[in-house]
Each structure stands twice: as C-alpha cells, then as structure tokens.
C-alpha cells in the first residue's frame, strides 16, 4: 500500500506541502499514521506541471523519499499549480521506476493507493482487455498501471467517472470469476491537468483513508493567523491519503464509495459504482 | 545489443575471466570491438550455480559494469563450474533489473545478445503466446525476456533446441504479418545447470558475432607457458560474443545459423533453423 | 543509528540469520524494537569470509535491505563461516555505499551502531589524528569511518581493544573541548577474519542495546527440538543489536561499558575503558 | 575526465543544449571527441537558478546521464538563465552523488574536468589547508571539491579568480613538494548565479580542450535562418568541454593558461598565472 497527495490551486513551491507540514509526505514515508504499513520506502514519484508544456513532468526514484536528495532540491525550487506526489509501499512487485506513481499518458497523471486482490491469477486477463495500441506502452508490472491502462481503455479521456467506473466493473468481474471475493481496493486520483478527480472505493467497503481539504475562505476565518492561508487563491484544494496536520476544521474524509471533482468554477462530490458500459 | 559470456567447466573464480583477460567484459563494456554499440553501460549481470543448489544465484544492477563495486568484491569470491555474464546496452527499454540479464526460471537461465525487430508492434500478440501459466511471472519489459518464456510455453524443459526452433519460427511468422522483413536477430546462451546450449542466428543471417573456445588439451599444447590452461580440466569451454584477448588458436566463430551444446561427455555443434512444432 | 549482527561459528548460509528468525535483521530494517529509529533504511552492508582470501567480500547498497533483491541471492547462494551485516539509519549523512558498514582494511572488518555527538565541530581535528599513511584510504563520511581509522592508528592490527580504548579516550577528550558532554555512543564489532570483538561503550554510560547468544551446549540442552541448534558447532556464537526471537534462554545483554572476545578455545568477556597509551 | 558545459543568457529549455544539438552533452557521455575517455557514464550533474532563490538547484544521478529518465524529464520541463551540466568519467574514485559535479556552496556553483595528478599523496594536506569552517562541509572524496573549498578559503566571495590563482599555487606548490612534475590539470566553470568564470590551465600546458561561443549577434549574420540564434539575447554565451555542433563561425577555443569572465556589460578575457596571496 502507498501513500499519496495530490494539490491543486495556486502556485506553490512543493517544499511547502511535501516536507513542511508536520505530518508531511515525508515524515509519511517513515511513520503513515493510516496506512497498512508504517513505512513507505519503496520508491517514491512526483508529477507537476509547469507552463509551456501540457504534460506533466515527472520525476521517480526507487530509493525511499526521505532520504532523496534530488526530491529535495526540486522541492526548494520547483512551483506548480497542479501536481500529484506518491510514497511506495510494495506488496511485492519490483521496486523499479516503471512501477512508481504517478503513470502518465498524454497530459494524464494517474496514481494509486490501494490493490487488485489475486491480480498475480488475473494479470494475463486484464492485459488482454487493455487496447492493444495501447498495450506494448505498458512499461511496468503492477495492477496500478493496468487499472490506469484499462481507463484509458474505456474512455478516460471522454468521461473520467464513467470509465474508471468500467475498469472498476472489470476488475471486480474478473475477480470474482477467479473466486477473489473483494477485488479492489483504491483510492485515486487522475488529472488531465485542468481538472482533477479523486474516487475512494473498495469492493468490501473497507476503503482506505482518504481526506480533503475544506474550502480555504472558510478555513481563512477558522485560523486568521495562518499566514499560509492568506497567500493561496479561494480553489485550492488539498486530497490526501491522510492529514498532513492538526488544524482543526480542515479535513473531511471523502465518504466511502465516492469520488469528487476539483475544477474551475467549484467542486463536487458524488457517489460510486462501478458499471458495466 | 549486448555483449555476454558464458562459462563450463573447472570451478574458477569469476575474476579469473570477467576482469583478468586484455578483453575481458568489462573491458567489453566500454570498448566492445565487435558489438553494434562500444558501450554497453545499461545494466548487467551475472548467474551461478553453487554447491548445494539446484537454482543459479543472480546478481543484477542498472549501473554499468564497469565502475560495479559489488561486482568487483563478488568477482573475487565467487567459485562457481558455470555462470553467465551479460552486460546490457538497450535500445530504448527500462534501465531496470527486471530488464537485465539472464533470466532465470527454475534451475533454467537465459541470456541474449539481438532483438526482436518491431517489437514494439507484436509485444501484445507473443505475450498471448505465452503459457497463461507463465505469464504472471515476466517481471520486465523486453523482448529477450519475451523469447525465454515462448520458450518455455515450447518445451525448454523437454527438448532446448526444439523448443527454441518453435519460439523463433513464432517470432519470424508473426514479425512477417507485420510486415517486418528480417525480425529475429538473436545470439543465445541457456543452461539448466548442467548442459549449455549457446544458438546464433538471424532471420537476414547476419547474425551477431558469437565465438567458442577450443578444446582445452589442444589449447595447451599450443601454449604450454599458459598456466591458467594447466589448472582447468579438458571439459571447460567458453562461449562469448567476443574474444576476450588473442591467444592465437584460441577462438572459433560459432557459424552462421547453428548451434552448439556443451556437455559431460562431448560437446556437439547442429546448424539451427526456426521450425513449427 | 543502526542495528547489526556478527556471525562466528560453522559456516551457514546467510539466509539463516538474514532472514529466516521471527526478528531478523530484514524484519528489524523495518520494526526495529529497541533501535532509535523502527526504520533502518539508509543503505545495508554485508560482509563475510570465504576460503582460499584472507580478506572478506563485501556487499552494499544504498537502497533499504528489505526489498534488496541481490541480497536476497545472495543469502540463498552464500555460506560463511565469520560474517557481519549491518543496516543503516543516517542520522545526516550521505546515503552512498562509502558510508554503509562494514568497512574493511586489509583483513579487517568494522561495524558500528551510535555516533560521535558533535561530529561536525570535530571531524577535522580527528581526521588530523589518523595516521597520515591511512588518511587518503578513507572513503566516506562518517564518524564510524573515523573511528574505525582512528583504531587502525592506534595499533588495530596488534592489540584490538587497547587500540579501541585509545580511540575513544581520543574521541572524548576531543568532545569535551568542544564542549560536548557526552561525545561518544558506540556498539562495536570488530574482526580479522579469525577472533571477534564485540565492544559496548557511551560516555554517559546509557549505551545502545547488545546481546550476545548463549552457548550452543547450553541451548541444546533447553531445546532439544530445535534443529538449528543440533546442525552448529559447539564455539557458535552470535552478537546482535536486538535479539532475533524470542527463545527462551538464548540471549544475554553484553553489560554496560564492557566488550567481548569470541575465538577459538573460548569467549571471553572484560570490562572496557576508554585510555591514553 | 569529464565533460561539461555552461550557459549564461536568456532563459532557455534545459533540452535546448543538453538533448538538441547533434553533439549534445548527452552524445559526449557516450561518444567524446576530445576527452581523454570517448564515455563518461560515471554519475552528472546539472544545477540551475530559478527565480525566487539565490541558491541553485542541483539534480545528480550516480548513472549515466543518456539512459536517466529523470533528467530527461527536467529537461523539457526546466528553464534557466543560467545552468551548468556535468558529465563525469571517474578515474577511480567512488561513483556518489557527492562526487558528482556541480558542487555548491551558498549562492556559487563549481564544476570541473581534469585532475590533480598524485591526488592520493597530498589528499591530508590540501584538507588542512581548507579554512577549518568550512572543512566538515566537504561531502565528497574528488580533488575537485577540494580544489572548490580551497579557492573558497581563499576568498572566491571576493576575487575568483584571485582566490582560483591561489588554490592553483598551492595545488602545485604541494606537488612539487611530493616530486610530482604537472600536478594540475582543470578546466574550471564557477558562478556565483550573475557572472560566470571559466578556467584553461594545466601545470605542464597541455590544457584540456575548452571553448567558448562566439557573440550571437556575429552567429546572427553568420547564419540568419538558425532559429535559435534569433530567439537568444544578444548577451548569451556558452562554454563548452567540446563544441556542441559544427556550426561554423560559433566556437574558438579558450586560450592555453587562461580565463574569461561573462557578466552583464560585456565579456573579457585574461591570462591566467597561479600565485600565491
């Protein structure tokens, strides 16, 4: 299992949600307070974008994030208003570049908290469902980058919900045809980066955490003397695998089986399905 | 392309022939002479068999040869009656151990020098191809690794050179209905721990270099002040993409289209062709 | 500060201790019980005598043990009669395989868990006091490093605890210019690849844990079905940071301020003071 | 050796020098013309000036910098004012990240291609020679960054290229002392992040190559359909180990025993002496 935070709003140095809160990614990496492990050592990934390039840049290591220094010089020095960081905990699968979130196709960003239960017995299945132009761009071995393949597969591009909705359908097919009772298990988010998408959903309703940030003209009244408040714009908007502090009143739990878009204009939250097409 | 080596015979140190010789592979991986590239920097690595287990031990890294501490100490530990050495220069695939090698499945190992050409276009149909048994277990994302398990799926078990005939007759037919004209190139070495078969071909026969050793008895009568010649027993022979120096005498091309066998009794030379079951 | 384990007795696989007990050394990488730190993944070192070289093989990595997969092979493929291994938690340092222990010289190996407070105000001073001979040897930059040079100046080679007493009589004294109170904090173990010393020191006397195992007699007597016990010799013997499990009787705390001799013909066990020559 | 390049002017892709020119950087790590090794795959280094902080960011890889995905991803993401690259071929010393140019310190930046001949000899004296504030700051075990920390102690804040002429005096000076006949060898870039200095010099005059670009409003008339050319500032200038390409009129060589200074108002040149305070 992992954990990941993904922000979007005005721009911002990533040093300043990555290691300066209290419970920071980083400190994540050695002591998740939520997560099914303590510690997420195993590889590490962040995603951002930056003007002039509609896709995101990415930058991976297989070592653990707390320790990376390169994670720290970009920290210091690279602002973004949209990007994604993701902390690894392998279950198994080689700890490789190529299995390290955020994946990227095009101006999507797609990374992953979570598991397909017995995907070892159905990997072949759900390959073979991914579109074959599509297929050989696979770089890595995990389910997580299946499931983003299979998305893409079913319309990502088009209707977000509606094709994470379909890969989630899939899975869940495939896994109980293998006899896997409770398939999947994920927390989300994917961006194209304009919009961005967050979905909590597991087959057994056991999902694990996930958390958003409240609105901050709302927060700005709560915590006056919070000087990080007052220099970000009223739509930034925070999705984590868990807080990264004790500021009351600014987290919520995204509820069981739903997703929320974080967009211009306002945000929303709905609830999910999976379903066939 | 790659560069590799493959040894049988009297336990030696692998220092003995990965360091020592004028030309040895790590020379190799920064002045290959014969190779399509001099540098061959992208990875290696190395498998050998121990006393005591059946399964040869593997000792992979994404750094070059060349500057490997570790290697370097194991080199100078490592006894081992056969072992493989494979040194990595990539065409565009992952720098990743799951991408280096030999490749192991059981007591089985596997390394290649070639390409499938145009794999990017068939990765998706010789993956199918692969015994749904098998297919969980490829861990990387290269051809090499691809033609091992069609070789499995095949028969490696039963009957190596058949099997390997019906994996490259497979690649060939489905290369053509891709319009590719020449797509296999490959120069092959895989043990089981205690036959080696070492295959070079090429579907435009013009296949990598590839080289054996002579007969160590009449070796040592054409240089009896060698002292290595001396400690190793008659049945030891080398397999390599290049010489390692230029002890006249000393090498032969493995010809065009053929295979060898190396083994406990007398070693046997066949000419190979791609072939369906 | 780390966690590590020395090895003297009949030549086992690493795998036996690495990674087969309840809390081996890859389980305290991650849950470290009486460590500083639970996680211990700052880079890893194993070091181990074999026939036929006088000095040990050494294999380091800056990535965690835990997912480390030539350490792995490695545990599976290698027998050893005298072996160290030692997993690292920076407290600062550069994680590069110049600062993971052991560290050897010639045919001697070190490792240490703790640190010399204040290292950054005296590093210079104690680089000044290492034998100009030895200085352009050292390769990281670590206080251990220093430590382990500082005890080769001091006569290492002839008589290992008077060289390691004169070391941190240097190392204190250095401190307590400086106005640290206590400066140094060690768990030590030391080796020439036949006799095994094992120290437990801090200047303020609240020194990392130490065990040490019982005699095998002993334990076989406790433990009749224990296998393990029953394929050991006699002189087999263990020091570890933590204890690997919970078997009743196998495990004494090495006493504070005190270090012991393992080699053949019988252990012993002397009080330590730090001493001018 | 090494290679290396530096670029002072209007804010550019890093992509634009590193990736794009026929004999790119990234071509030199592989294919040298006039380095004293055709590959340098020990490790790189790039660090560049963003707006909002004084100091440079630095990314260092310990492989090779033409299969590392991760600088190709800055690459097409990073725009700098003011950047240097560094390619590295270690002649023995540790491949780290502390080894790795550029090397920092504050707000300067420092990079370099050549050696202090008998390094290993006179390591502890050029140590102690560095202002003892400094000396615990030192990361890394290269005669470079000694070199960088010997020019700091003697005044790079104020007078580079008095404080480089000194660190030169005293490199050789100790040389000599140790019966080494040419003890120094560099071709130096330094910025404190507004100018930017470059050094040809060798005790025995037998320089590593150096150049820099011609004034771009001279390449202008020379080749008015070069695109690039019209996007840059008049004031842009580059040094390079080798030229990047073979654009006539653009490269001259930096003369033997010399240096150049790039900075707002008009570039110089100077002959370069070492001396002493």
Not at 113 to 121: D, K, P, V, W
Not at 248 to 273: K, N, R, T
Request: proline share 6%; hydrophobic share 40%.
């Amino acid at each position: 299992m992992c954990r990941w935070l993904a922000y979007s709003g005005s721009p911002i140095l990533l040093d300043t949600l990555l290691y300066k809160p209290a419970h920071s990614l980083i400190d994540q990496s050695l002591h998740s307070k939520l997560g099914v492990e303590t510690t997420n050592g195993d590889g590490f990934g962040v995603g951002w974008y930056t003007e002039g390039n509609d896709n995101p840049a990415l930058f991976k290591d297989i070592g653990p994030a707390w320790n990376n220094r390169n994670l720290r010089e970009l920290a210091d020095h690279v602002h973004s208003p949209l990007f994604f960081a993701h902390i690894r905990a392998s279950t198994g699968t080689a700890v490789q570049q190529t299995n390290c979130h955020p994946f990227r196709h095009g101006r999507w960003m797609f990374m992953h908290n979570g598991a397909i239960a017995g995907f070892h017995l159905m990997r072949r299945e759900l390959m073979l469902l991914v579109d074959p132009e599509l297929y050989a761009d696979i770089g890595g071995s995990t389910d997580s980058e299946v499931m983003f393949y299979l998305a893409l597969t079913y319309g990502l591009d088009e209707d977000p919900p509606a094709a994470v909705a379909r890969m989630a359908e899939v899975v869940e097919r495939t896994g109980h045809e293998h006899g896997v009772e409770f398939p999947l298990q994920m927390t989300l988010a994917i961006t194209d980066g304009v919009r961005l998408w967050a979905f909590r959903y597991s087959s057994g309703r056991t999902s694990r955490s996930l958390f958003y940030s409240s609105k901050v003209e709302a927060l700005r009244r709560l915590h006056p003397d919070v000087r990080f408040l007052r220099d970000i714009s009223d739509e930034t908007r925070l999705i984590v695998s868990e807080p990264l502090g004790d500021l009351p009143g600014a987290w919520h739990e995204v509820p069981e089986s739903s997703y929320g878009v974080i967009q211009p204009g306002g945000d929303e939250m709905y609830s999910f399905i999976p379903s066939a097409a």
